[in-house]
């Protein structure tokens, strides 16, 4: 069974950033793609960002392209997202996912094995 811990999140202004971690129980952490989802409030969980094990690929959704990084550091089992010109409409519960796979990056919610949390990520305008 894989932990996930999040954090990172807070109130933030629209324009400003954050960073989001998610670190992670099991090694070797490589072995697992990770990916980001966001539930905003009365709205469906919604894909934003994965990563493949090695960090080689990452792919986003097209509304935060640009403004969000993806990132991990294997040796510390953490995965990250740097959150860039934030908008009231990036207000949401982050969340990390973790799929036993080395060389994708999954965007379905129901490809993922094991969740995190959450984080509250609130941007005001």
């Known amino acids: 069974q894989v932990q996930l811990v999040e954090s990172g999140g807070g109130l933030v202004q629209a324009g400003g950033s954050l960073r989001l971690s998610c670190a992670a129980s099991?090694?070797?952490?490589?072995?697992?793609?990770m990916g980001w989802f966001r539930q905003a409030p009365g709205k469906e969980r919604e894909f934003v960002a994965a990563?493949?094990?090695?960090?080689?690929?990452?792919v986003y959704t097209d509304s935060v392209k640009g403004r969000f990084t993806i990132s991990r550091d294997n040796a510390k089992k953490t995965v990250y997202l740097q959150l860039n010109s934030l908008k009231p409409e990036d207000t949401a519960v982050y969340y990390c996912?973790?799929?036993?796979?080395?060389?994708?990056?999954?965007?379905?919610?129901?490809?993922?094995?094991?969740w995190g949390q959450g984080t509250q990520v609130t941007v005001s305008s």
């Open positions: 990563i493949s094990g090695n960090g080689g690929n990452t």
């Open positions: 996912a973790a799929k036993r796979s080395y060389n994708t990056t999954p965007r379905a919610a129901r490809e993922y094995d094991y």
């Open positions: 099991e090694r070797p952490f490589s072995s697992y793609a």
